[in-house]
């Protein structure tokens, strides 16, 4: 049976392609694979992803977002801080994907989820989460 496509790449504008890269590096432990001219190519081992320099005609439209699947999101919000951005903020109630949604240093989105994107949590079985958390 023939496997069906995955995604295992995006792509990325930016102003500073070595800015960004250690952003990445350093808040969500993504390794350089290689650079060409000034593009950085990165991997989290399992999806890489291209820092493209700007070009002379202007940014073009890109990404509105993707996600990253972590176990603490605690630890990645106060590694996000370190940057001088602001804490992930909570995602609305009805989106059942992700806890928080948070931005790198060039403004891009990405989503930030415990539970993973593979399934849906309700804000409703977030509280229960936290009300077990509590008591044990």
């Given amino acids: 049976m023939k496997t069906k496509p995955k995604i295992r790449h995006i792509a990325m504008i930016t102003l500073d392609p070595e800015r960004l890269a250690k952003f990445y590096e350093e808040t969500f432990?993504?390794?350089?694979?290689?650079?060409?001219?000034?593009?950085?190519?990165?991997?989290?081992?399992?999806?890489?992803?291209?820092?493209?320099?700007?070009?002379?005609?202007?940014?073009?439209?890109?990404?509105?977002?993707?996600?990253?699947?972590v176990e603490d999101a605690e630890e990645i919000a106060q590694r996000i801080m370190k940057f001088g951005l602001d804490h992930p903020a909570k995602r609305?109630?009805?989106?059942?994907?992700?806890?928080?949604?948070?931005?790198?240093?060039?403004?891009?989105?990405?989503?930030?989820?415990?539970?993973g994107f593979d399934r849906v949590e309700t804000a409703l079985d977030r509280e229960q989460k936290q009300k077990q958390k509590v008591t044990v």
Avoid: C, Q, V
Wanted: proline residues 8%.
């Fill in 29 to 69: 432990e993504m390794k350089r694979l290689h650079s060409s001219g000034k593009a950085i190519f990165m991997t989290d081992g399992y999806i890489t992803m291209a820092l493209l320099p700007n070009n002379a005609e202007g940014k073009a439209p890109g990404l509105n977002h993707f996600g990253w699947h």
């Fill in 92 to 115: 609305p109630a009805d989106r059942p994907y992700a806890e928080t949604r948070g931005t790198d240093p060039d403004g891009n989105n990405f989503d930030l989820s415990t539970h």
